[in-house]
């Protein structure tokens, strides 16, 4: 199997692309050094030409956003008969629309819950005067504070604390920048924890604790900035470590996942809030993926290489 060659998939045209790019080159990397011969391909319109051309044993999905994460590359792979690393296309599909998080797992729920939620379409502001009436939506989840983002998409994009009602009408806005539907939750005061999930082998990564300096979001710049966002394993005396990666790895499984996955979590008043599935977390040397994996004790390599002879799909 180290002689097989792996598409790495990468890029596209999501907003996520440059965070896209970074993560694909440096699985590029692990894979080499794991021993597998790793092609970089970019998902634009010379994606399918590029496969056929270099025939690879396997594709490894590498793509944030809109284009990717969403299953389309994945269902492309599938009609042409490409084994991938990633989640199925339905799974996928499904994660990436942040509000299903409340409804797909309504059933299991119990040892975690979701915070209160709403969501409003582009077309009832644009055509339906929903604005007007934007003073409902923190009456409707119990007042401020509220995060306002995007339904769909990845990296803090277009996120938002409101503190106040004025503050609403710049939140959507800035939420429809990226997507065509805004997702409004009550905002939870908590400690935001992560954890890297590989489902189909039932490996749960320590969980990590992000923190920010006082006044900022865990955004996209924090996200991409240095000295804004740090990383931490949780002090087991203030957060129940077994209970947020159990919490993880049953998520993961209900949705169906596959490959490499992180659930992202606010742990609160002794309960979990499941926020997000992410089914391509980031793989940069900033990213979570990375610190939870340094914090095992294992290498990207290692952990790459693991995911590729049982995950092939067809």
């Not at 300096?213 to 710049?221: A, I, N, P, S």
């Not at 040397?285 to 610190?291: L, P």
Request: hydrophobic share 40%; charged share 25%; aromatic share 8%.
């Amino acid at each position: 199997m180290s002689q097989a060659t792996i598409a790495v998939i990468m890029g596209g045209a999501s907003f996520e692309r440059q965070i896209s790019m970074e993560s694909g080159r440096l699985i590029v990397s692990a894979l080499k050094k794991a021993g597998y011969t790793a092609i970089p391909l970019d998902a634009d319109e010379n994606l399918v030409p590029a496969l056929e051309e270099s025939k690879p044993d396997a594709c490894y999905l590498a793509l944030h956003g809109k284009g990717g994460e969403d299953g389309s590359v994945a269902a492309l792979l599938e009609f042409l008969g490409i084994p991938y690393v990633g989640s199925p296309p339905e799974a996928a599909r499904l994660a990436h629309y942040k509000p299903s998080v409340s409804f797909v797992l309504a059933d299991v729920a119990g040892k975690f819950s979701c915070p209160e939620q709403l969501t409003l379409p582009e077309s009832a502001f644009r055509t339906m005067g929903a604005a007007f009436a934007l003073s409902k939506v923190a009456k409707r989840l119990g007042g401020f504070p509220l995060a306002v983002k995007p339904a769909r998409g990845g990296s803090a994009l277009g996120l938002s604390k409101v503190t106040r009602e004025d503050q609403l009408g710049d939140a959507v806005m800035e939420a429809l920048a990226y997507d065509d539907e805004v997702l409004f939750q009550k905002w939870i005061d908590g400690a935001e924890v992560s954890c890297l999930v590989i489902p189909k082998l039932d490996r749960v990564f320590t969980p990590v604790e992000v923190s920010t300096k006082e006044g900022h979001l865990y955004d996209t710049q924090a996200r991409l900035e240095e000295h804004i966002a740090t990383f931490k394993t949780p002090d087991p005396q203030k957060i129940d470590c077994a209970l947020v990666r159990d919490v993880a790895l049953d998520v993961a499984k209900y949705y169906d996942t596959s490959g490499i996955v992180r659930v992202d979590m606010l742990y609160a008043n002794n309960s979990v809030y499941v926020l997000d599935l992410k089914v391509s977390p980031g793989f940069g040397e900033k990213s979570i993926a990375h610190f939870a994996i340094t914090q095992d004790g294992a290498t990207v390599e290692d952990v790459v290489a693991s995911v590729l002879p049982c995950h092939y799909r067809h």
